[in-house]
T-cell receptor
């Protein structure tokens, strides 16, 4: 198995632009999680899905952030419009029932 | 929601000595406690986890202990080696009742193994 796949690995964009991060979970995993990591705030849970349904989005920082999971093999995290304070590493993770979470390689986002 | 506190933020030990990292959590309903290791520029990777029906779990040089009454759990690394240098995170589940649970992470401990 290729593990959790994220794209792009690096994204540099200007303030005000729309950013879309993509994630493909491990095949057969039914839960998917989006995290954000910064030096100041550490690893933060943004939103998670179970069987493609959003369960808890209370970690999403603002309305500028949105996430979707149209099917079991794909999820997106969108920021519109982006701001410099959104610069971080964004991780996607997936899990089968009551098993460990496997993290993807992350997307390093820089907003200038 | 769950609140996880982790100490210390930085830990420097001599190679071959033991290292201990401690975490506390707030939600008494939490029953699963993983530890992740993150090397510079890499993704977090699970190194050991424990469920609340046991008080201790060991895997070679790594062990985790859990005290549910006091709501704290600890990571113990014995005979430390240079490759143990990394940032270690503890975590506890954030329950929502929707059939899945995200993790609330501690702020991390930067473990430095001195040669």
């Amino acid at each position: 198995d290729a593990g959790v796949i994220q794209s792009p690995r690096h994204e540099v964009t200007e303030m005000g632009q729309e950013v879309t991060l993509r994630c493909k979970p491990i095949s057969g995993h039914n839960s998917l999680f989006w995290y954000r990591q910064t030096m100041m705030r550490g690893l933060e849970l943004l939103i998670y899905f179970n069987n493609n349904v959003p369960i808890d989005d209370s970690g999403m920082p603002e309305d500028r952030f949105s996430a979707k999971m149209p099917n079991a093999s794909f999820s997106t995290l969108k920021i519109q419009p982006s701001e410099p304070r959104d610069s971080a590493v964004y991780f996607c993770a997936s899990r089968a029932d009551r098993r460990e979470q496997y993290f993807g390689p992350g997307t390093r986002l820089t907003v200038t | 929601g769950e609140n996880v506190e982790q100490h210390p933020s930085t830990l420097s030990v001599q190679e071959g000595d033991s290292a201990v990292i401690k975490c506390t959590y707030s939600d008494s309903a939490s029953n699963y406690f993983p530890w992740y290791k993150q090397e510079l520029g890499k993704r977090p990777q699970l190194i050991i986890d424990i469920r609340s029906n046991v008080g201790e779990k060991k895997d070679q040089r790594i062990a985790v202990t859990l005290n549910k009454t006091a709501k704290h759990f600890s990571l113990h690394i014995t005979e430390t080696q240079p490759e143990d240098s990394a940032v270690y995170f503890c975590a506890a589940p954030e329950y929502s009742g929707g059939g899945a649970d995200g993790l609330t992470f501690g702020k991390g401990t930067h473990l430095i193994i001195q040669p």
